[in-house]
């Protein structure tokens, strides 16, 4: 069953992304600051919007791990966070081509940037601590701390364009305060319609990375009874 | 009142309304930083969605007259489709310039950056899902040789 749904939501997203992929390339005009380049915002955003949903239900799962201790809910944990670093990867090299062509640079040391790199740099130490852990449940204890820490930081990424002045562009969407909604409506909506296909895309690989997390799981476990004899 | 007097009121009555237009102007260039003739340019108000429509003269130049408000420029661009710009703000007594450069060299460089992300985009989750599913297999075999090992130490 679990299969078929997975299969499901993979046809789904698939014909989403070749819609969303005719809309932004064959149907949206070019942008007249920007030209062609802004296309990238397409999955820059979404990439972005997905993965600190992807951080934050990291950090709920953290939490009910720590309050209940079923490794369950740190597979999950583990899962979204991994799937949510990827995409961030996708976000960063996105913006940097981007920047490349509107700034002139690659990067720029400015606030949003510098934020979401760290954010990179906690999350990045949170999948090498669940490498070099064996033991799950110390595993489990010390990265849902280490989730909790780094969402902090999410938070500060996500303000950044509003409390400090950045290079990087303002609040554009029409939900953002702070002078959102300065967005052509046909470009906007195309970048939800691409939230909308990335975030199926990452159910499924949550989904995936789950099936590895219960034979990590298996694996531990016959570790443990390999000790005992 | 007089005929004179009367005649001032109704050419005041005609003109209070032309003096309170302002203009938005510019001129579109090509790479060399000739101007473009014959480009369609639209101005529309953002709140009435109330059009004007002009073409830019044989030295890409264009100036269409508008009442103050906030307007999105298009300027049609054959086989590239339409530049539009949101927000352009028109005040009262204040005329907007706002230039167009139409580069191919930049159109060039821009799409092929666009390409990348987008190929760069799809790359990350390649090797992500390789990554992923290669540490999987890696993770069964492991199983499989600890279910050898123990069904051969309980011989």
Not at chain 1, 36 to 43: D, P, S, T
Not at chain 2, 109 to 132: E, Q
Request: charged share 20%; proline share 3%; with cysteine.
């Amino acid at each position: 069953m679990r299969e078929k749904i997975l299969y499901a939501i993979g046809i789904v997203t698939g014909a989403l992304l070749v819609r969303n992929l005719y809309v932004i390339l064959l149907q949206l005009p070019d942008e007249a600051k920007q030209d062609a380049i802004w296309r990238i915002f397409c999955f820059h955003l979404p990439a972005a919007i997905v993965s600190f949903t992807g951080f934050f239900v990291a950090l709920v799962f953290s939490l009910i791990y720590l309050a209940k201790r079923n490794l369950k809910w740190d597979a999950l944990a583990a899962s979204a966070t991994e799937v949510s670093f990827a995409l961030a990867i996708v976000t960063l090299v996105t913006g940097s081509i981007w920047a490349r062509i509107i700034w002139g640079v690659w990067w720029a040391w400015d606030p949003r940037l510098t934020s979401y790199f760290i954010c990179l740099l906690i999350y990045s130490g949170y999948l090498m601590l669940r490498r070099v852990i064996d033991e799950p449940t110390t595993r489990g204890r010390l990265s849902s701390v280490l989730s909790i820490f780094g969402f902090t930081n999410i938070v500060i990424v996500w303000k950044s364009i509003e409390w400090w002045a950045t290079l990087h562009p303002g609040p554009v969407l029409s939900i953002r305060s702070g002078g959102g909604g300065r967005m052509n409506p046909a470009m906007e909506s195309a970048a939800w319609w691409n939230v909308l296909a990335i975030g199926l895309l990452t159910v499924m690989f949550v989904a995936m990375r789950m099936r590895q997390e219960d034979t990590r799981r298996e694996l531990d476990a016959l570790r443990r009874l390999a000790h005992t004899i | 009142m007089n005929s004179k007097a009367r005649a001032a009121l109704i050419l005041i009555a005609i003109a209070a309304p032309l003096a309170a237009q302002v203009s938005v102007s510019g001129k579109v260039t090509d790479d060399t930083g000739a101007g473009i003739p014959d480009l369609k340019v639209t101005l529309t108000n953002q709140s009435t969605q109330v059009e004007k429509e002009i073409r830019t003269t044989p030295e890409g130049v264009y100036t269409i007259q508008a009442e103050p408000g906030t307007y999105a420029l298009a300027i049609e661009k054959p086989g590239r489709g339409v530049f539009a710009i949101r927000d352009v703000q028109l005040a009262a007594g204040q005329n907007q310039t706002v230039n167009f450069g139409m580069s191919a060299q930049s159109d060039n460089r821009n799409f092929r950056y666009m390409f990348y992300g987008f190929v760069a985009a799809w790359l990350v989750l390649v090797i992500y899902v390789i990554s992923m599913v290669s540490r999987e297999n890696t993770l069964k075999r492991q199983v499989e040789n600890l279910k050898q090992m123990l069904e051969s130490e309980k011989r």
